[in-house]
């Protein structure tokens, strides 16, 4: 004999239920992704100023700044919406640190051009692109999840494995030619890049926020 159907309270129970495991499986992500992010930090950043990189020291702030980016959202999750939509907004200005940390170095290499060693960047950049894609393939099931707050987690990983992919191309190039213009081009990409997903995060929180004040 077929069960009765279930009623509206019964439903909205389910609901309540499903939307606090999805929510503890999201906080779980981001502390996860956090700890990868700040494990892969010091590593990098200490070879990106042994071999005077451009892109390993954006990708290396980039990895200090998704664990500031994730642990500001697990610590906004339990906020409002209109709380949520701000944090947003300046998790959008952390995004914008690594880009200006890049054109940073980009002048200094301009200044002093020598390139990095190329065995070192490809190395690093591999172990960089694990990270990123073992925190991308956590967090791509929660990209919806909370907003504008699981937007900028969601595209910090997306971004930075994709980087990692472009500072791969430019050791190898950087072997091949002996030159400071992969490095430095690869750098000015990353930044480009961040630059975009802080116009994407700012774009997602604003329409958060006044969906709330509505």
């Given amino acids: 004999m077929r069960g009765s159907p279930l009623g509206t309270e019964d439903l909205v129970e389910v609901e309540s239920l ?10 779980r992500a981001v502390l996860l992704v956090a700890l990868l ?15 005077r990189s451009v892109s390993l020291l954006a990708d290396s702030i980039d990895f ?3 664990t500031a980016v994730n642990l500001l959202i697990l610590a ?12 947003g907004m300046a998790l959008s200005m952390i995004l914008l640190i690594p880009g200006l940390s890049a054109l940073w170095m980009a002048w200094s290499k301009l200044i002093a051009p020598i390139p990095p060693a190329p065995l070192a960047l490809t190395v690093t950049a591999f172990g960089a ?6 925190c991308a393939f956590l967090l791509v099931r929660h990209r919806r999840h909370a907003g504008s707050l699981s937007k900028a987690a969601w595209l910090s990983a997306r971004n930075d494995a994709v980087a990692n992919l472009a500072i791969i191309v430019a050791g190898i190039l ?3 030619t002996a030159s400071i213009w992969p490095d430095l081009l690869v750098g000015l990409g990353i930044a480009a890049i961040n ?9 997602a929180a604003a329409s958060e926020h006044l969906d709330a004040k509505a």
């Fill in 18 to 27: 499903n939307a606090f495991s999805s929510g503890r499986l999201f906080r």
């Fill in 37 to 51: 992010n700040f494990s892969y930090f010091g590593l990098e950043l200490y070879v990106a100023f042994a071999i």
């Fill in 64 to 66: 200090m700044e998704d």
């Fill in 76 to 87: 906004a999750l339990g906020w409002s919406l209109v709380w949520r939509a701000r944090m």
């Fill in 129 to 134: 692109l694990a990270v990123n894609l073992s």
């Fill in 174 to 176: 950087t072997a091949w």
């Fill in 195 to 203: 630059f975009d997903a802080a116009r994407e995060v700012w774009k």
